[in-house]
C-alpha cells in the first residue's frame, strides 16, 4: 500500500512540475528536416501554378453546331443575371460548347444548388470537374451556394 502512495505521490510532483511551464511564455523552435521545408515549398508553387482542384461543377448546357457559341453566351449572360455570385464558366471540348456553373467542395454542395436552379434549367446535371479555389474573405454562411 505505501508503495501505491509512493508511486502516486512521485507521479502526481511529476505531473505538476510538466503542468507548471507555460509554453506562452516563450518562443517554440521547431527543429525540423530541411527536405521538409522544400516539400511544403513545392506544394505552395504547384497551388500557386495550379490553383484548382477537384470539384463538382452544374453543366446547364451543353451546344454544338453553327450557333452554338452564341447560344452558350447568351445562356451564361442569363444566369449570371440570376445569379451574380455563383461563377459560370464557358468550356469548348470539340465538338460541344458547355456552360458550368459554380464551384463546389462537394457533391452535395451542388444537388443543393442543383434543386434551386433546376425549373429554370431542367437538364442541368452535376459533373465532377477541377474547380477554383474557394475566396475565403467572401465566404459565409449567407453564401449562395446553400
Excluded: C
Excluded at 508511486?7 to 510532483?13: A, D, K, V
Excluded at 521545408?37 to 495550379?50: A, C, G, P, Y
Excluded at 461543377?57 to 447568351?74: C, F, K, P, V, Y
Excluded at 464557358?90 to 460541344?96: K, Q, S, V
Amino acid at each position: 500500500m505505501k508503495k501505491i502512495f509512493g508511486l502516486l505521490f512521485i507521479f502526481t510532483l511529476l505531473s505538476s512540475s510538466i503542468m507548471a511551464q507555460n509554453p506562452t511564455e516563450g518562443n517554440a523552435v521547431v527543429i525540423s528536416d530541411v527536405r521538409i521545408d522544400s516539400l511544403v515549398q513545392l506544394h505552395i508553387d504547384h497551388n500557386t501554378k495550379f490553383p484548382v482542384f477537384q470539384g463538382y461543377r452544374i453543366q446547364i448546357l451543353m451546344a454544338s453546331g453553327n450557333d452554338a457559341l452564341d447560344i452558350t453566351e447568351e445562356a451564361k449572360s442569363e444566369f449570371l443575371e440570376k445569379y451574380p455570385d455563383i461563377p459560370v464558366y464557358l468550356t469548348f471540348g470539340e465538338p460541344n460548347y458547355r456552360v458550368r456553373v459554380g464551384d463546389f467542395r462537394t457533391r452535395l454542395e451542388a444537388e443543393r444548388f442543383l434543386e434551386r436552379i433546376d425549373r429554370k434549367y431542367p437538364g442541368a446535371w452535376v459533373t465532377q470537374d477541377n474547380i477554383n479555389f474557394p475566396n475565403l474573405s467572401k465566404f459565409n454562411k449567407n453564401s449562395s451556394y446553400e
